[in-house]
């Protein structure tokens, strides 16, 4: 449990105090410490998250965390590649806390911001969706969205979110594909609507302060 984790993670940080490094530099290599740092920053963009959902083994979440974020495959096989789970979730902690926005991947226009990513289903905000002609689309459901127009009429037919129906969605900036808004078809159901983006039309803006405060620059994009 995260209970066990955050009871490692007070040990660790009494024992640093016998030593001549302060806290902070033990944090870094503490992995039940970063466990629970980057649990605590999935928390909040996956509100239906619990403890017991997520494996004990630091090594093992990490892995976890990998797949469910929505992430390039470059950027998921570098992660993997990581010899160490303390590297793996200092890594992921760093993407986590930087994330600000989504943008079209294409144009790089604002899309949504991190605050309006959304569980519709109990495996995370994100999952893998098949249509009829077998092209899986890894879909990130949001509250709201930003500069995107519809296209076409809404239909029920082959909807991956039963009692919902599908829009085609086109970014405003430069038409390309990003997913689909999806519509309640009875006022019973809650949310009346929220927006599925494909992964693949979406690029994360990432908030860098210390390069910020450096002079080198302020923003990142990591392609997701």
Same mark, same amino acid.
């Given at each position: 449990?995260?209970?066990?984790?955050?009871?490692?993670?007070?040990?660790?940080?009494?024992?640093?105090?016998?030593?001549?490094?302060?806290?902070?530099?033990?944090?870094?290599?503490?992995?039940? *410490?970063?466990?629970? %740092?980057?649990?605590?920053?999935?928390?909040?963009?996956?509100?239906?998250?619990?403890?017991?959902?997520?494996?004990?083994?630091?090594?093992?979440?990490?892995?976890?965390?990998?797949?469910?974020?929505?992430?390039?495959?470059?950027?998921?096989?570098?992660?993997?590649?990581?010899?160490?789970?303390?590297?793996?979730?200092? +890594?992921? *902690?760093?993407?986590?806390?930087?994330?600000?926005?989504?943008?079209?991947?294409?144009?790089?226009?604002?899309?949504?911001?991190?605050?309006? %990513?959304?569980?519709?289903?109990?495996?995370?905000?994100?999952?893998?969706?098949?249509?009829?002609?077998?092209?899986?689309?890894?879909?990130?459901?949001?509250?709201?969205?930003?500069?995107?127009?519809?296209?076409?009429?809404?239909?029920?037919?082959?909807?991956?979110?039963?009692?919902?129906?599908?829009?085609?969605?086109? +970014?405003?900036?430069?038409?390309?594909?990003?997913?689909?808004?999806?519509?309640?078809?009875?006022?019973?159901?809650?949310?009346?609507?929220?927006?599925?983006?494909?992964?693949?039309?979406?690029?994360?803006?990432?908030?860098?302060?210390?390069?910020?405060?450096?002079?080198?620059?302020?923003?990142?994009?990591?392609?997701?």
């Amino acid at each position: 449990m995260l209970i066990r984790h955050k009871e490692k993670c007070r040990r660790t940080q009494m024992a640093a105090y016998s030593t001549s490094w302060p806290p902070w530099v033990y944090r870094q290599y503490d992995v039940h *410490y970063l466990r629970v %740092v980057v649990f605590e920053q999935m928390s909040k963009w996956h509100g239906k998250l619990q403890p017991q959902q997520c494996p004990q083994d630091p090594t093992e979440f990490s892995f976890y965390v990998i797949a469910r974020l929505p992430l390039s495959n470059d950027l998921k096989l570098r992660l993997i590649r990581l010899r160490s789970p303390e590297q793996r979730l200092r +890594c992921l *902690y760093g993407i986590l806390s930087k994330w600000t926005t989504l943008n079209c991947s294409n144009c790089s226009r604002l899309v949504a911001h991190r605050k309006d %990513v959304f569980s519709m289903s109990a495996s995370g905000p994100m999952a893998a969706y098949v249509n009829p002609g077998g092209i899986v689309h890894e879909t990130l459901t949001l509250h709201k969205a930003h500069s995107l127009f519809l296209a076409g009429v809404p239909s029920e037919q082959d909807s991956w979110f039963p009692g919902y129906k599908w829009t085609i969605c086109h +970014c405003r900036g430069c038409s390309r594909h990003m997913g689909w808004k999806f519509t309640a078809t009875t006022p019973d159901y809650k949310p009346q609507s929220f927006w599925g983006l494909t992964r693949s039309a979406l690029q994360s803006k990432i908030e860098d302060h210390d390069l910020a405060s450096s002079g080198v620059g302020v923003n990142r994009f990591l392609i997701i």
